[in-house]
């Protein structure tokens, strides 16, 4: 019988998979499936192009080939749900992309959510998404932060940043709630939350509920 | 420390919230929150109308109130979702209806869902609140089987009534995915989604879950 | 025959429904319905909370049956229109929600409306409503005063906060009208107009006017 | 000070004219405004093409200019609106199509309107006068009943023909409201309400209501 | 067989004609259609009211018509798309309007389209023609630069207008294309889309090389 | 200067080639840029799956990057546009996907556009399309003719099973103009056209018309 859970980090960086790691951990209980957070390491740094999204699709779904016998379900644990669409195809068991997890929850937290995007170049990406699920009316804006895999690296500067947007998308755009449009900064989410006076989704962790969900329940 | 997640049927049908019981057996796990199910007697035998749903709003709350200091998060098992929006404001844990849970799941499962209810004048109910969730694109159409109380207690009737409505949202309107507009009835999970060859989402499963991803990652 | 149409405060505020009766004075004519305003005296001063909408729906469907076999038609006079869909299906006459009125007339008056809310906790409330409406493209923004029932009482400073919340929803979010989302303030609508230079609707006249309209028609 | 509602036929058919003067009759009442129903014998019998709605544009706009000093409000009746938009830059009292004004108010008695068309040609201009107004959403679809000038003569064969789409609108389309989209019919209202068990919007009464109540309240 | 794209200019100033010349001159080709560019001299000098649209209606008819024989295709070359229905109705070759065409062209250039209008009584128009066209979900916006016919000649001006309301729509409303809303500025194309660094949408241009290829294929 | 505008069939199929390149052979002028149509050997017969598409954005890319030199533009000629948000920001020429320059042109064809698809499995694909494309309200329905790769051969059958499923769009689901959701078909665009009585958009035609009018025109 299938018993992990697997939750694919696109890129290669084994921080942001520590991180995921630590994100889930709440979700983690006896009798449960395993969770497993995993590296492809062919991956990027970081996804931050359409380039790095469409080669992350192929690559989650070979990672997802070869431990298909032994899942239980999958996250795919990037903001561009790379590989979702047709992971759902090849597999019978629970396909999460942690966007849609992320936004799915935000609706149930709040009117109109805000995103924030770590590049502005992800955005238009982010809106065909809001776009493609039905969803766009419930998105407040969504704002980035404007930093690059390295610049992430200073976490001070960058939650302040994301303080930034989040006061932003809610006093200008009228966000009840926010949703952090990346993986691996599950951190912040405590933080952001106190500091914005919102609730805030952490996409890894909707992702993975969700699909702990399903897989209990078998749909 | 709350321990305990709340699923309330707003009925008076014990039987009702006896399968409400066995439909979140599989959620419930050691060193989870326990799962109660709970009938509020003083509601009608269903919820059929918009005064019951009013009426039940109340009454959700009431309980809730009562129920508060031990509260890890409360469902409510009608799909009109009443009285949902007001415990959002009196509580700080996590509220979820049936109705909107179950068609924030079928957005995962399927691009265009359709809904299966039981009385035709409840139709209207649902479009508003497909409308306010803002996802009413997603939404294939809704067929009733229009059946009451009593008649519901015919229980394959029921079942082939429900298939055939399925089957007819399938055919007729293009839905990839099924919700059960109704609590009560998970037992027809399996052969309504075998008999329509679609998923089926049971919308009391699909709250609870979502209920107990949010108590755990504490949002 | 049927000859008195209700317009209900669902608050205890007399001084409200003293507005009230003075809003609908010019639709008073020789020969038409009778245009009574009531108070319910068990509503809270205001309606702040989901749960003042939640028991002013009852209060209403109780009042409305109470008056039933006199009554031409009903409006529930509060901007989240409490009871109006109970009410509906009680009932044959005319039955017309403020908030839906003053929407559909400013339809009729700009391309996109504004509305200006008394409290921030109330924006969510609305925003499903014009979702339930499927008119939510329409909307250009709603801002609220952010004043409580006592603060209303010092009506100077009342009308400043909602023409400046009016001159923003005008500049910063393109409103073409204006509505206003509370009952009770017929005597701002002009100076409001004038000082934001933008039609300006008041709820419960739109709502009178509708009923009236409905009730001399026959549907 | 004005004291004319002027309902404008804008097709040369007198009879049409007819029976708009029967239908708005309920709304007269002493003390209020006249409601004068008038032809422009410059029209074509019928409103049947896009040149015809956009020369009615013109004719419609020419007689109001002509009659703006004794003018409190103008109705224009065809199901095309044509001239609205003008008319609303030209005047400051109210201006009404019957179009828009059918569906607002059916928007208050239903959640999906389906609409009864003469011409198939004209089904494509009302989508979008739906689309602008944005709520296409709320439409459940349109079926023509393909008859002519000449054919509508007969009326009996009319009303079967309108009965037969009212009831295809409800069945196959799931519309809990109707509106007829012509002018000129307001005697099948009530058969045709009968035979389809919805409630039908005539919109030339549902214009002329909307018209009152602005002038009315002065807006 | 017909050999000319007629791109009509509805108004009467010869050097906005001049200017729809130049701007169309890159799709010109031997073997290609005659794109001959006139100007209607009954026509205002700027179409900038609703009745200058309406009346712009007839006359863009009622030159096709007398053009019919000759006509490969028609592009009308105002952006409020007059006359383009009724025109679409009446002859068989391709009818573009430069406002649809100029947004469905920004759709595949941007995600959000932003407009630069002339005058601000135009946007309510341009809004209710992308309600019209079901895109109203991609317009970022809409900013007049307020200038009427006779300041538009003082081109310094115009253009400096042009760019702050582009960097506003890119910055404040997200746009990620523009559009210009109006005809005959084609010369502003490329230093308003150096200034704002964003594409920019000249809608004669696009209405222009949508007529050809339409007229190529045959459709 | 780049010369070649690149029609890229991301498929194995030299046959499907073939037609491709008859089918654009109308938009071939002298003085205008070479259109040549390229097979991708590496592609599978034809692209069916999710899988297929993915793979296809990696190889249409690859192609690109070898050709960028010399290329004027790119046209993506497989219905489920894959790979053109990549190639759109590795390339600043025009790049243009078969099914948003169909729907796009069908948008000027009629207001509800139908589309006949190969595959069921492919409708959800395109209806995500058309929600991140934002015009998923013009879309009167799809309906696959369910026929693979080798069925496909039989070209008779084949024509005969579009014509009926362009029936039906037209007449059940009210589609005033089709789209054909497929490449490699023009062959049957008349015939279509004609058994239909309703206007056919051929998407490789509709986006290398869309793609030569931008490089003409320099966006």
Tied chains: 1, 2, 3, 4, 5, 6.
Excluded: K
Excluded at 157 to 179: C, F, K, P, S
Excluded at 196 to 206: I, K
């Amino acid at each position: 019988m299938p018993r992990t859970l697997y939750v694919i980090n696109p890129n290669s960086n084994t921080s942001v998979t520590a991180q995921l790691d630590a994100a889930v951990d709440p979700l983690r209980h006896a009798g449960g499936p395993d969770i497993r957070c995993v590296t492809l390491p062919s991956g990027p740094p970081g996804v931050e192009t359409q380039a790095h999204v469409d080669e992350a699709a192929l690559a989650v779904n070979a990672f997802a080939a070869r431990h298909q016998a032994d899942a239980a379900g999958f996250v795919v644990a990037c903001f561009s749900d790379p590989g979702v669409a047709q992971l759902r195809e090849r597999v019978a068991v629970p396909v999460l992309g942690i966007s849609e997890s992320a936004v799915l929850t935000a609706l149930t937290l709040g009117h109109h959510f805000g995103v924030i995007a770590i590049l502005p170049g992800s955005i238009p990406r982010h809106l065909r998404a809001w776009g493609a699920m039905g969803i766009a009316q419930r998105c407040a804006g969504e704002i980035a932060i404007g930093r690059g895999v390295s610049a992430l690296a200073d976490r001070e500067a960058t939650l302040a940043a994301m303080v930034d947007a989040g006061r932003r998308l809610r006093d200008e755009r009228g966000a009840h709630v926010l949703v952090m449009g990346c993986a691996g900064m599950a951190t912040f989410r405590t933080p952001l939350a106190e500091a914005c006076g919102l609730p805030v989704v952490e996409p890894t962790q909707a992702a993975a509920a969700m699909a702990l969900g399903r897989i209990q329940l078998g749909w």
